[in-house]
């Protein structure tokens, strides 16, 4: 044990590069993994063990790793008592229940008596309860796509983020049983080693900083002087604009950091209200 702080990832999967993207964009100097199990951060007191997704609440649980990234579908799945202490805004899925596009399937009520393959049986079980129905919930351990056509099972319960495993097994999605992002876990809500402790409130600092940037736009335009008041109306600024003079009199440059979704529904205002040369651009952190 070096004193790192110990960070489980998925090895390989859905979540495995946007961690690892997360990761960069907190400034973490970080090699190329490829098939090694751990790696350190060449910037940053931090070990990075890559391992199954399933099995990280069981890890952070045991102090393996001090803190995880992981999909909150594998949390409520493996019942471990773990504490989200952020949330990631990546990853996001649903576990859907899926059948072969040639059958039919009208009313979730249709399920009862039939057989459902998952990885899941614990939220699948919970979901089936509390609507009062009744499958067969055949539990396997992975490739549950194939299981309709193998004849295993009628359904499935995975899944689904972009659709495109259900599409190559030519299952069609129906019922949404639970919605999931990443978040970041660890046993407690504060770790036992005090410099460890350190570590993850900088790692959490700059995660927070690059989820807010990854949210904002910094927008820029130039305005006739006399439009400022209109302008500044328009804006959803996150702060009061900067207004800096320009060379041409009567004309000022507006800066402003927006919430990205926000930009198409002002564009049109904006150039009305007479902006030109509208610039968007991306932020890379964004400390509030
Ligand atoms: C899930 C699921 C599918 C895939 C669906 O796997 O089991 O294989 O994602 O994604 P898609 O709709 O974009 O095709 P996951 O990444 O959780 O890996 P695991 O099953 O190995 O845990
Ligand atoms: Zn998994």
Redesign the pocket.
Known sequence: MNGNLRLALQKK??LTDKSLELLRLCGMDIENYSERLVVTARNFPLDILFLR??DIPEYVRDGVADVGIV?EDVIYEKQIPSIIIEKLGFGR?SLMLAYPENKELKKLEDIDGKTIAT?YPKILKDFLKSRSLDAKIIELS?SV?IAPSLGVADLIC?????????MMNKLKKSFKVFDSEAVLISANSSLKDEKKNEYLTDLRRRIRSVMTAGSSKYLMMNIPKDSLSKIIDIIPSLKSPTVLHLAEENMLAVHAVIPSESFWQIIDDLKSAGASGILLLPIENLIQ
């Open positions: 999967g859905r997704d399933d999909g899925c990885t992975g796509e995975d899944i689904v983020s972009t659709g495109n495993t259900l």
